[in-house]
């Protein structure tokens, strides 16, 4: 099943684009599991597949999230050129050269020429996700994996517009997020009801031009024994077309290839994974075993550095092993806050690693909440500050959040501005950032009065 020029779907988050020979590979999880074991790959990837990306020259890892940077399945690719976004605190970039791989940084918004007919271009944003665009013998592949547009809706959608043909792969679906939520009583929080998965899609690429639309980005089950339980809540294969209405693009299955040479669809169809259900001992996680008190001090001092929780958030409590743990954050009436019930092997690997992330979409630690949170949960007020400013950004000081969105912002001023005051993010920090920038450059500075004016021309334009 040979070809030119073109790509393939497969895994989870992978394209595999060839010009003549394999040349790119994306977010390659081949073998192994994620998060901390609970998560296996849906389908089966064909060994012609795993064949084609061993063979690449390049991969691109869009963000640090186990079902996109997956160790197992990088540690066969050592010989290769990993390209990475640009994003402050470059702690992927950092990880992977100290693994020894041969690791360079794409430049924001430009193209980089990979092979006579593959060109990719690399969007990263402030919530440590990147897209990258990949354009093949003329036709665009939006690669969005997990990213949600903050600020480059714009630019992309003019993009799309300059190609004929475009191909729309984003994350849509159940099952990719915290979803282990109880109340007070101990009664689980049901998923939020999903509007159907085609209708989702049919709006996306209605929105971004796209001509064509393939499932991807939650192509995972959930197997270890204590997440079986949020199965039902993943997306299978067969749920995307539910919905699904549109005359202007057209859906194909979630494992393709396409020919960009002859503009023909060939459908892989992987088998379905075997793999069983695993018990969460074969992970290292013992449910009966608390912390050591060693292991609460270094508990507490990994939450209580995060300065911006204290301004939301009362307390985090933690129940491991049967065993409380009780983590002050505010000298208030201890009201608003979390209860996380976790097996104690990875907690501490969370902490050690600072992945807590990898925790929370796991789906196997129980999280109760205290007070009032409102339907985000979790967002805005704890996950972005821990996962994405904090572990990855390595901003976790006030101090170190201004400098941190600054860094953003001057990247591409009028599209940050549009998106965060568009978006109507009323964070704590929006106004510190706010603050920030008045600040450095003055309220009345020609450079501020330009920012403001570029905001306001480029919502006029856009919106």
Sequence with gaps: MSFDVGFDTVGNATVIVHDGAPVLATDPWLVGSAYFGSWGLAHEIPEEQIDAVRRCPYIWVSHGHPDHLSGDSLALLKDKVILVPDHRGSRVFEDLKAQGFNVRVMPDRQWLELSPRVHVLCIPD???????????????????????????????????????????????????????????????????????????????????????????????????????????????????????????????????????????????????????????????????????????????????????????????????????TLIELRGQDLRRGLTFEVPRGSLMTAVQYQIFDDLLIGNFMKVTLHGDWGPGRLYPDFSPWIAKYGDNGRAHTLKELREYHWSYFRRAPADYLRHRFEAGFLMPLQQATSSALRSRLGANSAFFRTAKHAYWSARTRFF
């Design 126 to 324: 402030y919530n440590q996700d990147a897209i990258l665009l990949v354009d093949v013998n003329g036709r665009l592949v939006l690669n969005f994996n997990d990213a949600g547009s903050r600020g480059w809706g714009g630019f992309v959608r003019r993009m799309v517009k300059q190609y004929p043909r475009s191909f729309l792969l984003s994350l849509a679906g159940g099952g990719a997020d915290m979803m282990n939520f109880f109340d007070e009583d101990g009664r689980r929080l049901r998923p939020s009801a999903m509007t159907p998965i085609g209708v989702t899609l049919t709006n996306r690429a209605h929105y971004w031009g796209a001509t064509t639309v393939i499932p991807f980005s939650a192509m995972h089950r959930f197997q270890r024994t204590d997440s079986a339980w949020a199965e039902p809540h993943a997306s299978q294969v067969e749920d995307y077309p539910e919905g699904f209405d549109s005359s202007r693009c057209e859906l194909l299955p979630a494992y393709v290839r396409y020919d960009c040479m002859k503009d023909e669809v060939t459908p892989l169809n992987p088998a379905r994974s075997r793999e069983p259900l695993h018990e969460p001992e074969e992970f290292g996680d013992d449910w009966k075993q608390p912390l050591e008190p060693v292991e609460k001090e270094r508990l507490s001092e990994y939450f209580k550095r995060f300065e911006h929780l204290r301004q939301n958030i009362d307390f985090v409590r933690f129940l491991v092993g049967g065993d409380e």
